[in-house]
Every structure is written in C-alpha cells, then in structure tokens.
C-alpha cells in the first residue's frame, strides 16, 4: 500500500515536470525571438573534450591530430567557422552530436 502511494507521488511529480516542460517549449515557441536556451539545451552535442587552438592551427589540422572525421569534427562544433578560427578559441575534439 505504501509502495503504491510512493509510486503515486512519483507519477504526479513526473506529470508536473511533462507539463512544465510542455509550457516551457509552447511558450518558448510562441516567442517570435528564438529562445536560445531551449534552442541550445535540445541541439547542442555535449563536448567531452576541448582544444584550445593556437596559432597556426586549422580544423584540418586538428582533425588530423587527433584522428577524427571532418564529418563528426563539424557536427561536435556546429556553430564554428574554420576560416575565421582563432588563436585561444576553444574547440571540441571529443563528445557526442545529437
Ligand atoms: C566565416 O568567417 C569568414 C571570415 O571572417 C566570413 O567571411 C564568413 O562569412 C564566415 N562564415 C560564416 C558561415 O559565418
């Protein structure tokens, strides 16, 4: 009985976390300026890794160094621009895209 009241409870709790996440995205939706943190939150692969670029270095060259494909380099960095990378900038060599 008390099992079946705890298992109640945990329904319910999920329930409001389904719900408020529901008018959280419906609102986020409705927005016309995108909500950046649910666009990032859904879309942004998780980075196990980073590398801080220093001068000289290319995605390419990255790529190479630490032996991943450009396909899976590109989709764990999604927003970055090769040809205006940087001295410090920080990229992602290991993680998993969505
Ligand atoms: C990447 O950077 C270069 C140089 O700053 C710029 O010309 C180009 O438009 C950028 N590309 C994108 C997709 O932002």
């Not at 079946?4 to 300026?33: D, H, P």
């Amino acid at each position: 009985m008390a099992k079946a009241n705890i298992n109640k409870l945990a329904m319910s709790l999920y329930m409001v976390v389904i719900v408020s996440f529901l008018l959280t995205s419906t609102i986020a939706e409705s927005r016309s300026t995108p909500s950046i943190g649910f666009a990032v939150a859904k879309a942004a692969p998780s980075c196990d890794t980073v590398f801080g670029v220093r001068s000289g270095d290319t995605c390419f060259g990255i790529v190479q160094t630490f032996k991943l494909t450009t396909e899976f380099f590109d989709s764990i960095n999604p927003n970055l621009n090769c040809t205006a990378l940087f001295s410090g900038q920080w990229v992602c060599v290991d993680g998993t895209a969505n």
